[in-house]
């Protein structure tokens, strides 16, 4: 995450994703499963192929801002309700892509923190 200020003077915070990452999941976890296949390290019956095929799945999800964005701002739709006790920021949306997630910076406390359970 990195913090930026618009000419605007809006604070903000912009997750950029690596180049090449979500391009390359698939070619890994190929790879990884020709490996686990070629030592036989996988127990039987635990169904590796379908392991696999969720975690790609959420790989992808994961390298994908746009989804990111349209589920940040369905969550601040959802807690704007509670106005005294939650504030997500707001997605910048000319700023943000598949790749590039720009939103409001926000100073507050890490969750660990606010549930007193102090953080490493």
């Known amino acids: 995450m990195h913090e930026a200020i618009l000419k605007d003077g809006l604070r903000v915070a912009i997750k950029m994703q690596y180049t090449g990452i979500s391009s390359s999941i698939d070619?890994?976890?190929?790879?990884?499963?020709?490996i686990i296949d070629l030592l036989g390290v996988f127990p039987r019956g635990l169904y590796l192929n379908e392991a696999i095929d969720v975690a790609r799945n959420e790989l992808h999800w994961e390298c994908n801002y746009e989804r990111e964005a349209l589920?940040?701002?369905?969550y601040r739709n959802h807690v704007s309700n509670y106005p005294s006790d939650f504030y997500v920021p707001k997605?910048?949306?000319?700023?943000?892509?598949?790749t590039i997630l720009c939103s409001e910076?926000?100073?507050?406390?890490e969750i660990?923190?606010?549930?007193g359970k102090g953080g490493t």
Do not use: E, H, W
């Open 91 to 98: 997605v910048i949306d000319n700023l943000s892509s598949k």
């Open 27 to 34: 070619s890994d976890l190929n790879n990884f499963k020709r």
């Open 112 to 115: 660990d923190t606010f549930m």
């Open 105 to 109: 910076f926000v100073n507050g406390r």
């Open 71 to 74: 589920y940040q701002r369905a």
